[in-house]
């Protein structure tokens, strides 16, 4: 059998710096054949993606990954329970506010008086809703300090408010 002429290297793509540098990688399969892709890892992880919420991404695996500042597709561990925290005391702070306004009380939020204006039922989609959209904007940024900062103080705050309510039901109920 003939052999196969081989292809040409792809041309050079231009760099930053208006050289030229090639970005590409080749791989080898086991057939012998040789194919010539773009390297995907030359931009790094997008905050969103087609793979945010079916995607593998834990965690960086290369040594030379940055350890801090990029995105994860998947939260495990200690702060996934500290965001299912942090929803929980959301939606207690919902349903502990509208036994409090049903028993007198007011909504010190002016924002959230206005939703509750149009009823109960909007007043705790917007409370789930903008906690779920929380939820998924600190889950995806793990790994940047700020969102860890976020998920202490956050916890901190709802967990100040819950405890307020308790006290308010206490004198409500005793």
């Known amino acids: ?51 945010t919420f079916f995607g593998r991404r834990r965690r960086n695996r290369r040594a ?13 561990g200690p702060y996934l329970y500290a965001l299912i925290g942090i929803l929980t005391l959301i939606l207690i702070d919902a349903f502990s506010t509208l036994h409090i306004i049903h028993s007198g009380g007011g909504e010190a939020n002016p924002l959230m008086r206005w939703v509750l204006g149009h009823g109960a039922g909007w007043f705790v989609a917007t409370k789930a809703l903008t906690a779920l959209l929380g939820f998924v904007f600190l889950a995806v940024h793990r790994f940047f300090p700020v969102a860890r900062t976020m998920v202490t103080l956050l916890l901190g705050a709802y967990g100040g408010v819950v405890f307020y309510h308790v006290v308010l039901l206490l004198r409500i109920h005793l």
């Open 1 to 51: 059998m003939p052999a196969l002429p081989s292809k040409p290297d792809p041309k050079p793509s231009r760099g930053r710096s208006g050289g030229e540098s090639n970005h590409y990688v080749s791989t080898a399969g086991a057939s012998g054949e040789r194919r010539t892709m773009r390297d995907r890892r030359r931009k790094p992880t997008p905050m969103f993606s087609r793979y």
């Open 64 to 76: 030379t990954d940055p350890r801090q500042r990029y995105y994860v597709d998947w939260v495990s």
